[in-house]
């Protein structure tokens, strides 16, 4: 205490950006023994001299991996997207500790490396499943690939199937629209009530005046169906 051990243990506990981290700064104490004071001078001293050689450490941010070995616990759980990519850069920092640990200017810090755990295939299939943004890729399988094209392939038909009868609906001023609608997650053509009955198809809802219909024509019905089970697949293969 006389040496301000107390002030130097709050410092280093403010200075660690985990929660965890922080609390175990503070569990420190000054009573060791003399052995073990010399193996962490030891350690710090390796330190040291990799940062005298201008060697290159990783920043070290070690996610907190409890809650992941909670739900992995769980049968029929999965880790969500931030966390995978979290494990990803684990995976990705015990690989680059391994690599600068050298024996030969790390004797003690290599004895404790040695142990961690690499594993390339499962960096790979992360980086193969995740975009930047989180987004499972089409590429993470050949069935959700395809399962993608085929909604693609269906939203456009059904635009293009739409949009041909729209196009008929402005010609004989059967709607004064200016757009499709989407609405309750469908795609419905806009059409003054009085001609309601010339889109054959299911009226869906009306405009709060009443005076205008909200139809989906029959024909697309079944696309928008299909459609509606093909995110459900992409959901399920996700």
Same mark, same amino acid.
């Given at each position: ?65 409890t809650p992941w ?18 494990l990803n850069n ?51 399988? $050949?069935?959700? *690939? +395809?399962? &993608? !094209?085929?909604? @693609? =392939? ?5 635009? /293009? $199937?739409?949009? *041909? +009868?729209? &196009? !008929?609906?402005? @010609? =004989?001023?059967?709607t004064f629209e200016? /757009?499709?609608?989407? *609405?309750?997650? &469908? ?52």
């Amino acid at each position: 205490n006389d040496l301000g051990y107390n002030k130097i243990q709050k410092w280093i506990s403010n200075t660690c950006q985990s929660t965890e981290a922080k609390e175990y700064a503070l569990q420190f104490h000054d009573h060791t023994s003399n052995d073990e004071i010399y193996n962490k001078f030891n350690l710090t001293d390796e330190i040291l001299s990799g940062i005298n050689r201008k060697e290159n450490f990783p920043i070290i941010n070690l996610p907190i991996i409890t809650p992941w070995i909670n739900i992995l616990n769980i049968p029929n759980s999965h880790l969500s997207p931030e966390q995978f990519m979290e494990l990803n850069n684990l995976l990705i920092l015990s690989n680059d500790l391994k690599l600068i640990c050298n024996p030969n200017y790390y004797n003690i810090w290599s004895s404790f490396t040695k142990s961690l755990f690499i594993n390339k295939k499962g960096q790979n299939n992360i980086v193969r499943t995740f975009d930047n943004k989180l987004a499972i890729k089409n590429s993470a399988s $050949n069935n959700l *690939k +395809k399962i &993608r !094209s085929d909604i @693609k =392939n269906l939203k456009s038909e059904i635009k /293009n $199937n739409l949009d *041909k +009868k729209f &196009r !008929s609906a402005k @010609k =004989n001023q059967w709607t004064f629209e200016d /757009n499709i609608i989407w *609405k309750d997650n &469908r795609l419905m053509i806009p059409i003054l009530s009085k001609f309601k009955k010339k889109i054959n198809g299911i009226i869906h809802s009306y405009s709060s005046t009443g005076q205008t219909a909200f139809i989906e024509p029959m024909d697309i019905i079944k696309l928008n169906n299909d459609l509606a089970n093909h995110h459900l697949k992409e959901k399920k293969e996700e």
